[in-house]
């Protein structure tokens, strides 16, 4: 396959975040089978080098529970319905990956009985140790998480070596790069700046878990061809939020 990515592998096991922003176009917030197809050949690159993984994803393309509530909707059935249209998101990503002869599973904290099977840690792990793609929807269960929170939390159940996000933009800044052009992009972060410092990294609690079970963080750009790839196998890219006492990451 073109534009196959060749590199030494340095994760065993990893979670990515893809936010529902992955799956639809810049213009539109709908569901864009292509991106999830070119999700799925990133994932199968990077999964040729070896690596078992998890990916975790959000449902904002198709209904942003925070949203709704806002609308008018009670807050804990506003981010339930969240929750299902994350596990839409997850049936169309393990459709794309199984296109490729990829063994996928879907996973969910909120079971769908007769479409999508409820998540145990000990189902996850066994689906990963044996070659699957676990795709993880639902979120945390519960109201009031984000999936950034659920993606933090299923990372450290898993014994994963890395909780990578994908964003659509290459890092974390000083600043937002849009409105400020002179923002400058950080390299590596601690937990505790990103947290003071109120960056645009996640929310607080994502951050703060990932802090005290050691998780270290990678925030990239799914935007640019190949980035997942690279962010799963372990090339230094975007932004390293972990401690500065950590082993350097690979620098291919």
């Known amino acids: 396959m073109e534009n196959r990515i060749i590199a030494i592998k340095k994760h065993k096991r990893v979670l990515l975040k893809i936010s529902g922003e992955g799956f639809c176009s810049e213009s ?3 569901i864009d089978i292509p991106k999830y197809d070119l999700i799925a050949e990133e994932i199968n690159n990077a999964r040729d080098a070896g690596v078992e993984i998890a990916v975790v994803v959000g449902g904002g393309n198709i209904l942003r529970g925070s949203a709704l509530s806002q609308s008018g909707v009670e807050r804990t059935r506003a981010d339930q319905l969240g929750m299902i249209a994350t596990s839409i998101n997850a049936i169309v990503l393990q459709d794309s990956l199984e296109k490729l002869k990829i063994p996928a599973k879907v996973l969910s904290a909120v079971e769908i009985q007769g479409i999508v099977e409820s998540y145990t840690i000990h189902k996850c792990r066994n ?22 929170t659920a993606a933090a939390l299923r990372a450290i159940e898993i014994g994963a070596d890395v909780f990578l996000k994908g964003t659509k933009v290459d890092g974390v800044y000083t600043d937002d790069p849009v409105s400020n052009p002179k923002a400058r992009k950080y390299e590596k972060l601690e937990y505790m700046d990103a947290l003071s410092n109120k960056l645009d990294v996640m929310d607080s609690t994502a951050i703060s878990l990932s802090m005290e079970n050691k998780l270290p963080i990678v925030v990239f750009s799914f935007r640019k061809k190949n980035n997942i790839s690279k962010a799963i196998i372990g090339h230094k890219i975007g932004t390293y939020v972990g401690n500065h006492n950590d082993v350097s990451r690979n620098t291919k």
Not at 127 to 148: K, Q, Y
Request: hydrophobic share 45%; aromatic share 16%.
């Open 127 to 148: 689906f990963l140790e044996n070659g699957f793609v676990v795709i993880l929807a639902g979120g945390t269960g519960s109201p009031f998480f984000t999936t950034d």
């Open 28 to 30: 539109s917030s709908v």
